[in-house]
Structure formats: C-alpha cells, structure tokens
C-alpha cells in the first residue's frame, strides 16, 4: 500500500505544470521592473529632476531678447514750432537686447549643485524602488510555491483516503469490514476534498498576487518554474551588524538621504547668496522710424540708419534692507537641513531593523527547518508502522486517520519552513548587495 502511495506522491508533484510560459523568478523580477507603475513613476522623476538640472545649468547663459513696436497719434498737439496743430503721428521702433549675470553670491553655482544632488536622489530612490519590486515579487513568488506544494499535500491526501474507502468497500462486500468504518473513511475523504478545494483557492490567489505585481492583465495561463529546494544547505548565518555595515554602502535608500542631506546644506548656500551683491552685464542694439503728416519724412530704412544707436552697461544691486526674508529663508534652509540629517537617521535606523528581523526570521526558520525535516521522517515512519497494522487488523479507522493527518501535516510544515528559510537567507544575501534568486 506505501509503495502505490509513495509513487502516486512522486507523479503528482510539482503541481504547477512546467509549459513553455513557466516564469522563473528572475523573470518575473525583470518583468516588474520593466511594467510596474511605481517603478515608472520614480522613473519619470528622475526625468524632471534632470531636467531641473538643465534649466540650472543653462542659467549661466545670457539672454536675448528682441522687441517691436508701432504707435500711432491723431488730433491736436505741440508742434516743433511749439504751437498746437491737429497732426498725424507714427513711430516704429525696434530693438535687441542681451543681458547676462556675472556675480550672485555664487547663487547659480550652489544651484547647479543642488540639482546634481537631487537628480542623484532621485536615481537613488528609482533604484530604491526596483529594490522593493524585487523583494515584493519574490514575497509573492515563494508564497505561491508553499500554495503549490500545500496543494500537492492536499491531492496525496484524497488520493490516500480514495484509495482507503475502494479497500473498505471491497473488504465490506466480502464481510471483512462494517459499514461503520466505509462511512467513517468516505467522511474523511469528504474532508480532504473540502481541504483539497480550499488549497486550490489559496494557490489561485497568490498566482493573481504575483500576477497584479506583475501588472499582466490576467493570471489566465500564468505559471511558475519551480526551483529545487529539496537539498537546501543549512549554513551559518552571517552577525547582522556585518551586513547592515555593508548594507550602508550599497543600499539605495541610505544613498538618497545622505544626498538630501548634502541638497539641503546646498539650499543654505543658495539662500545666503542673497546676503551678496549681484553685477550684470547688458547691452542692446536699437532704432526707430518717424512721420509726420505736416512735414515730409525721410524713407524707413535710411532713418532706421539714422537713428540706430548701440548700448553696453553694468548693473550693481546691492542689498541692504530686506525685511529680515533672506535671514529667515536661511533659517528655514537650516530647520530643513537638521530634519533631513534626522531623516537619514531615521533611514539607517528602519534598515538595521529590517536587517535584524530579517536574521531573527531566518534563524527561527532554520531551526524550524530542521526540526521539521526530523519531523516528517519520524511521522512517515508512524503512518507506514499504523497502515500496517490497520491493514493487518490491529488499528481501527480513527487510528490510521490520525496518523495519516500526523504525516501529512509534518509535510506540510517541512514545506513552509523550507521555502521560508529560503527567502530569509536568500534575502539577507539581498541585503548585501547580492541578486534575488531561488
């Protein structure tokens, strides 16, 4: 009887069918990274961020600028001869002009700088987020293996009870056994249908998780590439202040605060610049064209020849007096440097946390590993010395049932600590710096 339980077991795993569209986690890791909307949003910000970085920079540049205009005059008005007429009047004028900084109390400087630093934060907080996609989809991911592998327990647990209630009923119709024990073990397979059905459901729903992660438009045909955890490797944990010290270096979540921290000390500067005087430079070229319906005028081109005029010049501000806002906007730029400082803080302080639980899960998962697999070996022996003797008449249904509930459920638990023990350790390699893989 073992022997035909042993291979049905072996035929019906994995559950998950292995086709050509099986994901494999990478795969899928890839795949949200490319399609997911928070990654898209923080990729957009860093668009806008370089873009800023631009505009700072290109104010360096002077500027240009071309004007026109035509007036028009009509009625009564003083004349050369300072008497009143009624006259007609127009006047073109056109004019360029150019203008450039030249001194700012290093204000665009210090805002060329502080663009760069928050163009790196953003690119820092994209990476951030491709970071939590990751560990989101490889969440999603190893729930939906522990979902199949409950579901294989469940097929193996109908599959036992069928093949118990087609033995009884051959032993009640050659009088071996009672009525009493086929409804017991029908009731029993009624049970692990129930069981059967809701494992189903489970698996159902964390395929639809992983696949909204995804952002696929339906888990219709979705399946996932099962990786091998059968001879998972128990090994020594790493002391979890070795790998936040190097988590500090590489993770994307420190690397933007210490950059807003840096941004922030640069909006001090770019606020103190208005303590400074400011010097530009400027000039411009111009001409007009006059008439006047009581004297004859001179043609258009030849008095814009005449009256063309050329201007250069320097323009000094000095401030002295500005209602105490330039010391408050310095003021301002420091509270929001100390709370940027306690922001990075406050960052280093989440991931050691996060770096800590991450540990503490991993060791309760491995000691529950272990114990796990020592349980299952001790409940298949008991299973297999109860099936013989309620095959040989010495162990009632209620008995064989117990201890087929005993074995299944150590396998159950052997499958939850292995997977769970696989993503923490796989995870505080991802702290490190390593990629994400099963």
Same mark, same amino acid.
């Given at each position: 009887?073992?022997?035909?339980?042993?291979?049905?077991?072996?035929?019906?795993?994995?559950?998950?069918?292995?086709?050509?569209?099986?994901?494999?986690?990478?795969?899928?890791?890839?795949?949200? #990274?490319? $399609? %997911? =909307? +928070?990654?898209?949003?923080?990729? &957009? @910000?860093?668009?806008?961020? *370089?873009? !800023?970085?631009?505009?700072?920079?290109?104010?360096?540049?002077?500027?240009?600028?071309?004007?026109?205009?035509?007036?028009?005059?009509?009625?009564?008005?003083?004349?050369?001869?300072?008497?009143?007429?009624?006259?007609?009047?127009?006047?073109?004028?056109?004019?360029?002009?150019?203008?450039?900084?030249?001194?700012?109390?290093?204000? #665009?400087? $210090? %805002? =060329? +700088?502080?663009?760069?630093?928050? &163009? @790196?934060?953003?690119?820092? *907080?994209? !990476?951030?987020?491709?970071?939590?996609?990751?560990?989101?989809?490889?969440?999603?991911?190893?729930?939906?293996?522990?979902?199949?592998?409950?579901?294989?327990?469940?097929?193996?647990?109908?599959?036992?009870?069928?093949?118990?209630?087609?033995?009884?009923?051959?032993?009640?119709?050659?009088?071996?056994?009672?009525?009493?024990?086929?409804?017991?073990?029908?009731?029993?397979?009624?049970?692990?249908? &129930?069981?059967?059905?809701?494992?189903?459901?489970?698996?159902?729903?964390?395929?639809?998780?992983?696949?909204?992660?995804?952002?696929?438009?339906?888990?219709?045909?979705?399946?996932?590439?099962?990786?091998?955890?059968?001879?998972?490797?128990?090994?020594?944990?790493?002391?979890?202040?070795?790998?936040?010290?190097?988590?500090?270096?590489?993770?994307?979540?420190?690397?933007?605060?210490?950059?807003?921290?840096?941004?922030?000390?640069?909006?001090?500067?770019?606020?103190?610049?208005?303590?400074?005087?400011?010097?530009?430079?400027?000039?411009?070229?111009?001409?007009?064209?006059?008439?006047?319906?009581?004297?004859?005028?001179?043609?258009?081109?030849?008095?814009?020849?005449?009256?063309?005029?050329?201007?250069?010049?320097?323009?000094?501000?000095?401030?002295?007096?500005?209602?105490?806002?330039?010391?408050?906007?310095?003021?301002?730029?420091?509270?929001?440097?100390?709370?940027?400082?306690?922001?990075?803080?406050?960052?280093?302080?989440?991931?050691?946390?996060?770096?800590?639980?991450?540990?503490?899960?991993?060791?309760?998962?491995?000691?529950?590993?272990?114990?796990?697999?020592?349980?299952?070996?001790?409940?298949?022996?008991?299973?297999?010395?109860?099936?013989?003797?309620?095959?040989?008449?010495?162990?009632?249904?209620?008995?064989?049932?117990?201890?087929?509930?005993?074995?299944?459920?150590?396998?159950?638990?052997?499958?939850?600590?292995?997977?769970?023990?696989?993503?923490?350790?796989?995870?505080?390699?991802?702290?490190?710096?390593?990629?994400?893989?099963?």
């Amino acid at each position: 009887m073992m022997k035909k339980i042993t291979v049905l077991a072996l035929s019906l795993l994995p559950v998950l069918t292995f086709g050509q569209n099986t994901w494999t986690l990478k795969e899928c890791i890839d795949y949200a #990274i490319e $399609n %997911n =909307i +928070t990654v898209k949003q923080s990729a &957009l @910000q860093v668009q806008q961020r *370089d873009i !800023a970085l631009s505009t700072a920079k290109n104010s360096m540049l002077p500027g240009l600028s071309a004007s026109g205009s035509q007036n028009f005059s009509f009625g009564r008005g003083l004349t050369s001869d300072n008497t009143y007429a009624n006259t007609n009047t127009t006047n073109t004028s056109l004019s360029l002009g150019a203008s450039m900084p030249l001194f700012e109390g290093l204000r #665009i400087k $210090n %805002n =060329i +700088t502080l663009s760069e630093l928050n &163009l @790196q934060a953003a690119t820092e *907080d994209l !990476a951030k987020a491709k970071d939590d996609i990751r560990t989101a989809v490889a969440a999603a991911f190893v729930q939906v293996l522990y979902n199949n592998e409950i579901l294989g327990v469940a097929h193996r647990q109908v599959e036992i009870d069928s093949l118990q209630v087609d033995r009884l009923e051959a032993m009640a119709r050659s009088g071996k056994a009672s009525q009493a024990e086929v409804s017991a073990q029908k009731s029993s397979l009624a049970q692990s249908r &129930l069981t059967e059905v809701q494992a189903e459901g489970n698996l159902r729903v964390s395929i639809l998780d992983l696949t909204q992660l995804l952002e696929l438009p339906s888990p219709d045909g979705f399946n996932i590439s099962l990786p091998d955890a059968s001879q998972l490797e128990i090994h020594l944990l790493q002391d979890p202040q070795f790998i936040y010290e190097t988590a500090l270096g590489i993770k994307p979540q420190i690397k933007s605060e210490q950059l807003r921290v840096d941004a922030a000390d640069a909006s001090i500067r770019v606020a103190k610049a208005s303590y400074y005087p400011s010097l530009s430079l400027s000039g411009g070229l111009g001409s007009n064209y006059y008439t006047n319906n009581l004297t004859p005028s001179k043609a258009f081109f030849e008095q814009l020849g005449n009256n063309f005029s050329q201007y250069v010049g320097l323009s000094l501000n000095i401030p002295i007096f500005q209602k105490f806002a330039v010391r408050n906007n310095v003021r301002s730029a420091q509270v929001s440097l100390a709370q940027q400082q306690l922001q990075l803080e406050n960052a280093k302080k989440v991931l050691y946390k996060e770096i800590q639980q991450a540990h503490t899960n991993a060791l309760t998962s491995q000691s529950k590993y272990e114990r796990s697999k020592a349980a299952a070996v001790a409940a298949k022996e008991a299973f297999e010395l109860m099936e013989a003797k309620y095959e040989n008449g010495k162990a009632n249904i209620t008995e064989f049932n117990a201890s087929k509930a005993q074995y299944l459920e150590a396998e159950s638990n052997l499958t939850q600590a292995r997977y769970e023990y696989l993503y923490q350790t796989k995870l505080l390699d991802f702290y490190q710096g390593k990629e994400l893989t099963l």
